[in-house]
């Protein structure tokens, strides 16, 4: 335990220094909810049932949970990068706890997006985003929100360490961009056919979008969803630890054998 909490810090301590020499997949991630938020909040907000501010305040929640999931993305290429330039296989030559370089990836992005989150979460108050449900329930939801990213993480580096390159990595990274769109994130499923409802609903970013509303107090939970909507902070904390239980032990085997 004492040699993985060594090399683990010091694996995060050369994440951090990968991000910091080559920020640009950082800035491009944190940039891009940004983005939307104004786009979307500005041009869609007038299309729906719930226009201008009101939808503003539905719409970052969303977001947040989006760049939540975009952990599979980033897990995925930097995990990929250093299997296919060899750099997993200079760590494994050396006497280094084979947890300790996923984990170290892991945690650095965590670190990296709880700082990320703060310019996201100042221009959603800019634009009429409030925190309604109190400083303790605003501290859960961003606990809620960096369990979930954690557990993208960990996706995403088994799926990079599988990966047959880098270029299969960065595709298949940014096909993940659509699995917001199959959610909550951006409109109510309420209206919804019957099997996209369901199908949205199930999404795990889904569960997180609710549970960041019901938590910040921008919307309840809704009622006759699919249990992991119904029960957000529980269905939550179902899909991230399923995830973190199934996806950590696989990509520490992963990169114990090597890409044989």
């Known amino acids: 335990m004492n040699a993985l909490a060594h090399d683990g810090t010091a694996m995060v301590g050369r994440q951090l220094l990968r991000v910091r020499n080559n920020p640009g997949l950082a800035i491009l991630t944190q940039i891009m909810p940004i983005n939307m938020l104004l786009f979307f909040g500005y041009v869609f907000g007038s299309a729906l049932a719930m226009p201008g501010r009101e939808y ?45 370089v996923p984990l170290g990836q892991a945690v650095a992005d965590l670190v990296v997006t709880a700082l990320g989150t703060v310019p996201l979460l100042l221009v959603g108050l800019a634009v009429g985003w409030r925190i309604e449900g109190g400083p303790a329930r605003a501290a859960g939801a961003v606990a809620l929100l960096l369990l979930f990213r954690f557990a993208c993480t960990w996706v995403g580096i088994l799926l990079g360490l599988l990966s047959r390159s880098e270029e299969a990595a960065g595709q298949l990274g940014a096909s993940t961009f659509v699995l917001p769109l199959l959610s909550n994130a951006y409109i109510p499923t309420g209206d919804l056919a019957g099997w996209l409802r369901a199908v949205a609903e199930w999404n795990p970013i889904s569960a997180v979008t609710a549970a960041l509303r019901d938590l910040f107090g921008n919307a309840p939970a809704a009622d006759g969803a699919a249990w992991p909507v119904a029960h957000p902070v529980a269905g939550t904390l179902a899909w991230s630890v399923a995830l973190i239980a199934l996806c950590a032990p696989l990509a520490v085997r992963r990169y114990a054998r090597g890409a044989g």
């Open 56 to 100: 503003r305040a539905f719409l970052v929640p969303g977001l947040l949970a989006a760049t939540a999931a975009g952990g599979v993305m980033t897990g995925m290429f930097q995990a990929a990068q250093d299997t296919h330039r060899g750099v997993t296989d200079r760590f494994r030559a050396l006497p280094v706890s084979r947890a300790a």
